[in-house]
Structures are given as structure tokens and as C-alpha cells.
């Protein structure tokens, strides 16, 4: 391809995007999502007038039992589910992009299922494991898997495609599965694992988000640094190659980001599912296709629609408190079904 179509093509995707409206979005949702996270330590067993909230934040008074609530339970729980949604969502912003695999998410690719499993192993044979050590294992794991699927996939003659990339994803998250809940019931630890396999963000503590922010912060800053980079290898490998960028290192650094926040966000909450497939598809038609706008916008996004499912756990059934992976399950499943449809169509 010619370097004069090469540039036609990055021009043509240059007007595809919408810098203001990505500046509405961006400026507007934090102040929504500073509301939601208000709103998410105010619902609760326990409702809290917001007034307390900003009391317990600015004026904590270790007496008052509401203070103590919102300090040590509710906080770090919003504060958990923000940074988990725009790990998840900014995971499958870069994977979609890499792979330019509309269907590219971290839970159906073998992400999850491969962090998950070595959630098991860890509860099986390595109990008193510190919580750093727990993250470094989800890490291996979500390597694992990603490994695993890119393996399968490209045995295939004529290599990668979406629909292998998927259908490779779908085989190595059932093994992976089949091999976690094996784990669980030889070991009799499935109490202990249905925590993650629902997904939720009831229990988290302070002591866990220090220590996954400062990897899920970094990741998050590496991936707005090698942004510009995914847009041009999301035209195509050939127009990125024939604009000077070096594809192969492209790759791997978005594939160590990717392993960095989804083994993170899988420590720290279970498998949660089809946030970063979900997510990525709104902000590319809402800012365009410049992954400069998409990976902030993805983040945001995708912090808001974590903290609101898990709101919406809390008050769906107030005694019991709902799994947050059915809410979002409810939500992603049906957007799936809708883009395997149209890829039927295309």
C-alpha cells in the first residue's frame, strides 16, 4: 500500500473522531461519577444522609458508628469499583484495538478464566498466601490464558481471525473452568471461590486497594501513553507498518497492560464479565475511532457502569445482597448477542 494511501486512510479516521464531544464526555462524567461514588456510600443496609458523607470524609469522628461505616466499608468499596471498571473497560479497549476484534474482551479471550484459576490453585495449596502474592498468581494466570487462546488460534490455517480469536477464547475459558471448579472440589474450597466466580465488591478493604491502585493506575497511564499507537495499529498492521511504527512492540507492550489491569481487577473482585466489551463499543461511537479519546472515555465509562451495578446490587434486594456479575451479565449478554448478529450481517 502507498504511503499516499496510508496517509488518505489515517486522514479519513482523523475526521471519524469528535475531540468535543469526548471533552463533554470526559469533564461531565467525572462530576457524574464523583456523584455516583457519593451516592454509592450513601445506599446501603444502613442508608446515610450525604451530609454525614462529607462530614465522615472532612470531619471523621472515630465515635460515631456511620463515620466508621463509610470510612472502613463503603469507601474503599466505591472506590474499588471505579478503578476495577476502568481497568476492565480500558483492557478491552486496548484488546479490541490490537486485535481489531470486535468481540475482544478479557473475560471471553481467557483473561479472567486464566486468573481465575490460579485464584484456585492459590486458596488450594498456598492459603496463608499475602494478597500481593494472590495478585502476582492472577497475573501468571491471566498470561496463561491469554497465551493459551493466541496459541490455539493461530494453529488454524490462515491464521487469526475474530471468529477463532473468539470460538479459541470460548475452549480455553471452559478448560480453565473445568479445571478451577476440578481444584474446588477436591480441595473443598468452592465457599471460599464463589466469591469470585460471582464477582462483587462486598469486603473490600483498604489493604486491597493499596495494593492493586498503584498497578491499576499505572496500567491505566501506560495505556493513554501508547494510545495514539493502538489507533494506528486499529487501521490495520499494514498502514501501521507503512507509517514507520514498530507493530511488534506495540503489541506486546498493550498485551503486558492488558494482563496488568485485568490480572489486578480479577484479584481484587472476581470474574466479572463483558465490561470491556461492552464499554469500548460506546465510547468509539460516542468520541469516534482516535483510541486517544476512546481509552479516557473507556475508563470513565466504565467506572460509572461498575459503580451504578454495584448500587444497583445493593438495592435490588437490600437483605441479600445481588452478585454485581449478574447485573452486568444482564446488561452484556444481549449487547453480545446484538454484535454477533451484525458481524453475521457483515
Not at 495499529?233 to 511504527?245: A, D, N, V, Y
Not at 506486546?252 to 470491556?276: H, K, N, P, T, W
Request: hydrophobic share 55%.
Amino acid at each position: 500500500m502507498s504511503s499516499h494511501s496510508n496517509t488518505r486512510t489515517l486522514d479519513s479516521a482523523k475526521l471519524r473522531t469528535r475531540p468535543f464531544t469526548a471533552s463533554i464526555i470526559l469533564f461531565g462524567g467525572a462530576g457524574v461519577l464523583l456523584f455516583s461514588l457519593a451516592l454509592s456510600i450513601c445506599v446501603g443496609a444502613a442508608n446515610i444522609r450525604l451530609s454525614t458523607v462529607w462530614e465522615a470524609v472532612f470531619h471523621f469522628n472515630p465515635d460515631i458508628m456511620h463515620h466508621q461505616i463509610i470510612k472502613e466499608l463503603r469507601m474503599p468499596r466505591a472506590i474499588a469499583g471505579a478503578l476495577v471498571g476502568a481497568a476492565f473497560a480500558v483492557s478491552g479497549a486496548l484488546m479490541q484495538g490490537m486485535t481489531r476484534n470486535p468481540l475482544a474482551d478479557s473475560s471471553l479471550l481467557g483473561v479472567n478464566a486464566g486468573a481465575a484459576f490460579m485464584l484456585a490453585v492459590c486458596f488450594a495449596f498456598f492459603p496463608t498466601m499475602s494478597y500481593m502474592g494472590l495478585m502476582l498468581f492472577c497475573f501468571a494466570g491471566a498470561a496463561i490464558g491469554l497465551g493459551l487462546v493466541y496459541g490455539i488460534g493461530s494453529l488454524a490455517k490462515g491464521g487469526l481471525t475474530p471468529v477463532r480469536l473468539t470460538l479459541a477464547g470460548a475452549a480455553v475459558g471452559a478448560l480453565l473452568l473445568a479445571l478451577t471448579e476440578g481444584v474446588s472440589i477436591y480441595y473443598r474450597i468452592g465457599q471460599d471461590l464463589a466469591f469470585w466466580y460471582a464477582g462483587g465488591l462486598s469486603g473490600t478493604k483498604w489493604l486491597q486497594i493499596q495494593v492493586v491502585a498503584p498497578w491499576m493506575l499505572g496500567g491505566l497511564a501506560a495505556a493513554v501513553a501508547i494510545s495514539r499507537s493502538i489507533t494506528l495499529l486499529s487501521l490495520g498492521e499494514e498502514i501501521s507498518t507503512g507509517l514507520g511504527q514498530r507493530t511488534g512492540l506495540v503489541k506486546a507492550a498493550g498485551v503486558l497492560i492488558v494482563l496488568l489491569l485485568a490480572g489486578a481487577a480479577v484479584s481484587a473482585v472476581g470474574s466479572i464479565a463483558l465490561v470491556g466489551l461492552i464499554i469500548p463499543h460506546i465510547a468509539r461511537f460516542l468520541v469516534g475511532v482516535d483510541y486517544r479519546w476512546v481509552i479516557p472515555c473507556s475508563a470513565l465509562l466504565g467506572s460509572l457502569l461498575m459503580v451504578f451495578a454495584d448500587i444497583g446490587a445493593r438495592i435490588i434486594n437490600p437483605l441479600h445482597e445481588t452478585p454485581i456479575g449478574l447485573i452486568i451479565a444482564l446488561i452484556g449478554v444481549p449487547f453480545f448477542l446484538y454484535l454477533i448478529t451484525r458481524m453475521k450481517g457483515e
